[in-house]
Nanobody, 122 residues
Framework: QVQLVESGGGLAQAGDSLRLSCAAS????????MAWFRQAPGNERDFVAR????????RYADSVKGRFTISRDNAKNTVYLQMNSLKPEDTAVYYC???????????????WGQGTQVTVSS
């Protein structure tokens, strides 16, 4: 069992940066791939970024490639999402997820955090 707690969301202006953190409980964090998804009102939960268990492989949605960076610190049981050059269309609730999936499909991940709101104004 893994419990995930996101933090770092908030209000930002277009062009600003935010860093989201996701702290995980449990001794098995380093065995899970981690991902970030986001969900805007009225929309489905969309893939943002994924990082392999070792941290050696990352994958990004085209909409955030070059602006967002996912990283992890297995010693701290934490995964991060550095978000630069934020745009109003990045406004959403951001969720971290853990699992053994290499997919971008949300239902393939086993554990989810409660989400953190990111709001970007123009």
């Amino acid at each position: 069992q893994v419990q995930l707690v996101e933090s770092g969301g908030g209000l930002a202006q277009a062009g600003d940066s935010l860093r989201l953190s996701c702290a995980a409980s449990g001794r098995t964090f380093s065995t899970y791939a981690m991902a970030w998804f986001r969900q805007a009102p009225g929309n489905e939960r969309d893939f943002v970024a994924r990082i392999s268990a070792s941290g050696g492989i990352t994958r990004y949605a085209d909409s955030v490639k070059g602006r967002f960076t996912i990283s992890r610190d297995n010693a701290k049981n934490t995964v991060y999402l550095q978000m630069n050059s934020l745009k109003p269309e990045d406004t959403a609730v951001y969720y971290c997820a853990a699992g053994y999936s290499s997919s971008v499909i949300p239902t393939t991940y086993n554990y989810w955090g409660q989400g953190t709101q990111v709001t970007v104004s123009s």
